[in-house]
């Protein structure tokens, strides 16, 4: 007995130090360490360097954003072969995990569409944003700039689009000009023509 009243009085003077201790989170503190200003002062402040290697997005239609580099149709094979082959199968004519990469160009105007890179891509530097970012599955963004410019310039060939001794890069990527670049329309929905609003907005209101 004199064991458990010895435990609860230890317990109870461990919670009332708790409570008192400055900074404390408890009844009788005020959650932020003293001397620290009103809000979450939480983080630092982020360099253009820290934010370089996030900072990827390409502009597709043109092209902007391309990193600088480049990649044969040659080198294209190789990389492929060592890193994409096992899921998109050899020449891109689907594997195991993925379906084919290359032909069904003009098969959008028909009711047996064939989705590949040749027959719905718009625009050629969507391939190399989409390799950069998301290949390979297992190890995504660990291609190199110019085995992703690579891999896009052999995938182009593969399709018909590049001849054999292409070579890709931010001058010459936007020059592709993909069978379906003229297949979208454009989105109209009122959400996306929305004019940004922080201040007393009106509720959206849907046509």
């Not at 454009?186 to 959400?191: K, L, S, T």
Request: with cysteine; net charge neutral.
């Amino acid at each position: 007995m004199r064991s458990l009243e010895l435990v609860m009085a230890v317990a109870v003077a461990t919670a009332v130090a708790a409570c008192a201790a400055p900074g404390s989170s408890g009844h009788g503190g005020s959650g932020r360490s003293a001397g620290k200003p009103p809000g979450a002062s939480l983080g630092q402040v982020v360099s253009e360097a820290d934010l370089a290697a996030w900072n990827i997005d390409v502009r597709t239609p043109d092209g902007q954003g391309l990193p600088p580099g480049s990649g044969s149709v040659a080198a294209g094979k190789a990389v492929y072969e060592g890193k994409c082959l096992a899921c998109h199968g050899a020449e891109g004519k689907g594997g195991p995990v993925f379906g084919a990469l290359v032909g069904g160009i003009g098969s959008f105007q028909t009711n047996t569409r064939v989705l590949t890179v040749g027959s719905m891509y718009p625009y050629a530097p969507v391939l190399f944003d989409y390799v950069r970012r998301a290949m390979p599955m297992d190890r995504p963004q660990s291609l190199s700039d110019d085995e992703a410019y690579a891999v896009s310039a052999y995938l182009l060939h593969l399709n018909g689009l590049v001849p054999a001794d292409a070579v890709m890069d931010r001058a010459t990527l936007p020059k592709v000009r993909m069978p379906n670049r003229d297949g979208f329309v454009v989105d109209d929905r009122p959400d996306v023509k929305a004019v940004r609003c922080m201040v007393d907005c009106k509720p959206f209101a849907p046509r």
